[in-house]
């Protein structure tokens, strides 16, 4: 079960991202918010007659770039939830089949034109919960010893909390939703309604499925489920979920490999000429495929969300808005304050550390049963 501590930091975190949004309002994407960074403490080494020089700008900048873009390994997950519809499918093809369906959604050149998909995305979320809650309070799942002791291994638990930390690395897309915004400061209204939403939705998942089926509950939970019907039409309506959410994820990077290609502000898909529409083709193309060749080279999903989560989760929603909050927003913190976000950013430094090696010890013995491109 996510720590309450987790889900509070990720929350502040937000916050702090709005804030720091309002303050740097041509901040069009994540690593604009690092290269302000460098700008203010120039200034202020400046002022102060202060030969110490921090170094976020140019640096600060490509580092965020560097973490955010590991997000988008994860675009085929949803192959996962294609499997379990498909009766074990292969995985190879039914990464193929997301990649076609992923490809013409990501088309998509801003939030403003996804609103439709996006509720799709989170109304599809809601009808699995419902039918994995009604469905295990009647004692419907697969049949299990049920015991609280849990034998899991050191990594196999580091794993599985950076996968918690995976699903709640939204922040990489915060500065760009907010750039499509009039005012900026209405989305710490929307950080707060989704934190409280999807805290509220982890605790009775876990809750409930530890409850009902103990320390030997599979991943995901809808394995767990007696009913094979029920489990394709609860993997039907999470692989439309995910498929918005990397959909989302697609499009920023997209974005971003575009402007540092082109030199070109974003724009609606309307009014793309044919010649943009078809770099834009080409960029997206790219990043799927990647993402296609990644999943498969590195056969393991659960395993590759916890080293995205330990390696760009943790850092876009624990480190970078700690350590850029106390440069920006320095004159409305005190000393104090700062220093406490600084102190969590380099403990969630560590966590990562922590993170990435367990995630990569458990890829490298997997290695061992299941080779690339494998079924």
């Not at 309002?22 to 069009?28: I, M, T, Y």
């Not at 296609?292 to 850092?315: I, W």
């Not at 380099?346 to 690339?372: E, K």
Request: net charge neutral; with cysteine; aromatic share 10%.
């Amino acid at each position: 079960m996510p720590s309450p501590s987790w889900d509070g930091c990720s929350l502040y975190s937000g916050i702090l991202m709005t804030r720091m949004k309002c303050r740097v309002p041509h901040a069009a994407v994540f690593a604009d918010l690092g290269y302000e960074g460098d700008t203010v403490l120039y200034l202020s080494c400046i002022i102060h007659h202060s030969p110490i020089m921090v170094a976020f700008g140019n640096l600060g900048k490509a580092f965020i770039t560097l973490f955010a873009y590991t997000y988008i390994t994860g675009v085929c997950v949803p192959s996962l939830f294609l499997q379990e519809m498909t009766n074990g499918l292969c995985f190879v093809y039914c990464a193929l089949m997301v990649t076609a369906l992923v490809l013409p959604l990501a088309q998509y050149r801003n939030f403003a034109e996804m609103n439709s998909i996006a509720v799709v995305g989170a109304v599809s979320i809601i009808v699995p919960i419902l039918l994995i809650l009604c469905t295990n309070s009647h004692g419907n799942v697969q049949p299990t010893t049920t015991s609280w002791v849990t034998n899991a291994s050191f990594d196999a638990a580091v794993v599985a909390c950076m996968d918690v930390v995976f699903a709640m690395a939204g922040h990489v897309f915060f500065v760009e939703i907010m750039s499509e915004m009039r005012d900026p400061r209405e989305f710490s209204k929307s950080i707060v309604a989704a934190t409280s939403f999807f805290t509220v939705v982890y605790v009775l998942m876990a809750v409930v499925g530890y409850y009902y089926v103990g320390a030997v509950v599979m991943s995901p939970i809808t394995s767990n489920l007696s009913s094979i019907n029920m489990r394709r039409w609860c993997s039907m309506f999470i692989l439309c979920h995910v498929v918005v959410a990397y959909v989302m994820a697609v499009m920023v990077l997209a974005r971003a490999i575009e402007q540092r290609l082109f030199h070109r502000p974003p724009e609606q898909s309307k009014h793309a000429s044919v010649e943009n529409r078809v770099a834009w083709l080409g960029i997206t193309a790219a990043v799927v495929f990647t993402s296609f060749l990644v999943c498969n080279v590195v056969p393991f999903v659960n395993d590759l969300l916890g080293f995205v989560g330990a390696l760009s989760g943790v850092t876009t929603t624990y480190v970078f808005p700690f350590l850029l909050a106390p440069v920006i927003l320095r004159d409305d913190m005190t000393r104090g304050h700062a220093r406490l976000l600084q102190g969590i950013a380099v403990a969630s430094t560590l966590v990562a550390v922590v993170g990435v090696i367990s995630s990569v010890h458990r890829m490298a013995n997997s290695y061992q049963t299941r080779s690339p491109f494998s079924c």
